[in-house]
Each structure stands twice: as C-alpha cells, then as structure tokens.
C-alpha cells in the first residue's frame, strides 16, 4: 500500500511538471544574452544570436530513440558580443558501428539566430571521482553543467536550450518526456501495488478463515 501510495505522489509530481511545461511551452520567447539567466526560466522558448563551436561538442550517451541506441549532440554556442555561451542539443543521432567510431557531424559556422526551449539537466549523480568526464572524453554519461564550465573555462548559461526543428544544425529532435503518458505510467504503478496488497489482504483472510475452520 505505501509503494501504492508513493506512486500516486510521483504521479501528482510529474503532473505539475507537465502542467508547469504546457504552461511555458507558447509562451513570449526569452531573449538569451550576455547576461546570466535567472532561475525559473525553464521550458520557455527562447531566442539567441551568435555562433556554433565544435570546440568541446559532447555527445550524451546512451539515449535510445525506437529501440536504437545514440546519443544527444550538445555543441557550445558563443552569444554575439562577448564570452558567454549557452550549451544547445541539437537532438540525437544513432550510435554507430562502434563506441569507437563517433559519429560525423557538421556543425555550422555562420553567425546565426536560433530558437529553441530552455531547460535544466538534472543536477546531481552519483560518479566517482576518477570517473568524472572532462572535455578530453566526447562522450559523457550525463550532462553537469557546473563541470562543463569548470572544464571549459568561460561563462556558461545555467539551461541547456532544445533547438528547433528546421534550423540549420539541428538532428533528430526527440519529444521532451513531459506528457499525460508521464504521470499515467505512475498511476498505472499504483494500480499495481494497491492489486497486489488487496490479493495478499484477501488471501490472508481465507486462510485466517480455513485455519479457523478446522480448529
């Protein structure tokens, strides 16, 4: 009953994300700059002009797309008119024949304006320190992006921007999971548990009642 219970908490959570996501979604685009973004912006659309840099692209590994394993293309991209930049996922491609065997990409060198949705990358795991990734590694688990800056050594936005569909850069962009689906699969979980305790209630009570039975 408890894990019934902790399910439907999870649930009520994930409901207010996806709430807070639809809510933001259509919203005014946030112009990004210079200036170092305040907290509670994430999953507004937002705006930026300057460039892309290969320089310190990552790929997060170990996101599957239908049943195939690849990765998110994450490249830094410099804002106009200073040393700020804000790191852009530019959607996923599939691994290829290997780990070993990186995948070609082109990133576009043009003084660009490019759109997209802000969002936090969630902020703590768990990771050894001799494990933790550095900009020499092109691969990383996941994304920290206090560690990225520490590693890059400029100024970093604190939200990682999905870019839009169409524009010139951009790979396969994934539905971001914040969905009814979402908070369906934990009420689905609850569902299950509560099944389960009512079985074992049931089942406790017939053989309290055989037991009784035959004294």
Known sequence: VL??????????EKQMLVDRYEARVDAKSVQVSQVRMAPGLAYFPARVKGQFE????????????????????LTPFRI????????VNRGWVPMGPSRSQLP????PGQVQIISGHLYRPPERYFSL????????DTIWQNLDLERFHTEAGY?????????????????????????DQWV??????????????????IGSVVLAWTHRVKR
């Open 3 to 12: 894990l019934g219970l902790w399910q439907l908490q999870r649930a009520q």
């Open 184 to 201: 369906d699969r934990h009420r689905g979980y609850a569902v299950q548990w509560f099944g389960l305790a009512l079985v074992v209630l």
């Open 104 to 107: 070609v990409l082109e990133t």
């Open 80 to 87: 106009q008119n200073g040393h700020m930049r804000i790191l």
């Open 155 to 179: 100024p970093l936005q604190p939200y990682v921007l999905r870019l839009d569909v169409g524009l010139p850069g951009v790979y396969q962009q994934l539905s971001p999971r914040y969905s």
């Open 54 to 73: 290969a320089q310190y692209q990552i790929l997060l590994d170990n996101r599957v797309h239908e049943g195939r394993v690849g990765y998110d293309v």
């Open 129 to 136: 320190e001799k494990m933790l990734p550095t900009l020499a």
